[in-house]
């Protein structure tokens, strides 16, 4: 089965400084890896997906991903947060094997202060 | 503006009340998909669409129950629910779920805080 760990719960970052929420994930098979956010009562965002060959993948909002086959990791980074960047962010992985269900990480909460 | 409409956004119930949730999306997308979340946590599918009929139902307790009227709208029915129900619920939709739509992203709409008094 496909799945994909955030290791971190939360992650504090100043204002104008770089960002990054971790994500790894363990698939057989081609990953589909995607990055969601979801503000204060808001459903979750589109952010950016994985695309085969393309390592550094670029999103909405500024946001990327990089993707590390070696590493197994598809890590979310901004160059400059914003302080409405803060948000819950969530890895996800479809498994194809279970009928193409989204597997969804634990989530990160990025806080950004000025 | 999300493309994905939820109606309504909050909802208080009673345990023995019957209610229900609707979702519509006019992009054409032939998935469409329930998800119960709790706070703080990720969503957790309930039912998955797929070019109107039943695809995935992942153990749901059968006081929900969803139905597909087309292929724009998609409707939660609500009946004997309990406390732990209590939650927010997203509707999502993608092009399609097969294997050459493996790539697509879900469209979610901003959900329905439901409360269960």
């Known amino acids: 089965a496909q799945s994909v760990a955030q290791p971190e719960d939360q992650v504090n970052v100043a204002e104008g400084n770089p960002l990054t929420v971790k994500c790894t994930y363990s698939v057989s098979g081609n990953p589909y890896l995607f990055w969601y956010v979801q503000y204060p009562n808001r459903g979750l965002q589109f952010l950016l997906k994985y695309i085969t060959g393309d390592n550094l993948v670029k999103g909405s909002y500024g946001f990327e991903a990089e993707f590390n086959k070696s590493q197994t990791s598809f890590h979310l980074k901004k160059p400059s947060a914003l302080v409405s960047d803060s948000a819950l962010y969530f890895c996800a992985v479809r498994d194809m094997d279970q ?16 | ?18 209610k229900s949730l609707k979702c519509e999306q006019h992009m054409g997308h032939r998935a469409m998909y329930w998800y119960k979340q709790k706070a ?14 039943l695809s995935i139902n992942e153990s749901v307790p059968s006081r929900f129950s969803p139905e597909c009227p087309n292929s724009s709208l998609l409707n939660l029915h609500l009946h004997a629910l309990q406390p732990e129900d209590s939650a927010l619920y997203l509707c999502a939709s993608s092009l399609d779920r097969g294997q050459l ?17």
């Open chain 2, 1 to 18: 503006d999300t493309e994905v409409t939820q109606t309504p956004k909050h909802l208080v119930m009673g345990m023995t009340n019957k």
């Open chain 2, 101 to 117: 739509y493996s790539n697509q992203p879900q469209h979610f709409g901003d959900g329905t805080r439901l409360s269960i008094l």
């Open chain 2, 40 to 53: 703080k946590k990720p969503p957790e599918l309930m039912f998955v669409y797929s070019y109107e009929k």
């Open chain 1, 99 to 114: 009928g193409g269900k989204l597997i969804f990480g634990q989530g990160t909460e990025l806080s950004v202060k000025p």
